[in-house]
């Protein structure tokens, strides 16, 4: 009795992440946001519902299965998620007019410093570029 309690919980909860993402994909404008909710609660829920669905099997070998379906996901969900947003960004000409978007020089160095350049990086970049 307590195993189908805890097992209805997990998946009803499992249910309710998924329905949430749902909304979310149908209630954001951008695709990367889209993809982001999608990504977080669709991980989420899916762990939630197989959790409920271990508990509700019981120990055994369909329980090792889910467990297995469950690192699967958590390891392939986010790396899909974000190589579709990569293919999104270089392939939408538009993306800048409806997202903020980074570029790799506009951040800051590691080093705390106001981006100004050092000898040795000029030379590197002197190498490379052919000279000044």
């Known amino acids: 009795m307590i195993r189908l309690a805890i097992s209805s919980v997990l998946i ?7 329905g949430i993402a749902t909304f979310g994909i149908f ?3 951008t695709v990367l946001n889209r993809i982001h909710v999608a990504a977080k609660c669709d991980t989420l829920g899916a762990l939630l519902v197989l959790s409920g669905l271990i508990v509700l099997s019981g120990l055994g070998a369909f329980s090792l299965k889910l ?12 790396v899909a998620s974000h190589l579709v947003a990569r293919a999104e960004v270089a ?10 978007l980074l570029d ?29």
Do not use: H, M, Y
């Open 67 to 78: 467990a297995l379906v469950i690192a699967f996901l958590w390891l392939t969900n986010p």
């Open 91 to 100: 392939t939408n000409e538009r993306i800048r007019e409806t997202c903020d």
């Open 12 to 18: 009803l909860s499992g249910l309710f992440v998924l």
């Open 104 to 132: 790799i020089d506009d951040l800051d160095p590691p080093d705390g410093s106001s981006g100004e350049s050092s000898g040795a990086s000029d030379s590197i970049s002197e190498t490379f570029s052919g000279g000044k």
């Open 27 to 29: 209630r954001f404008d």
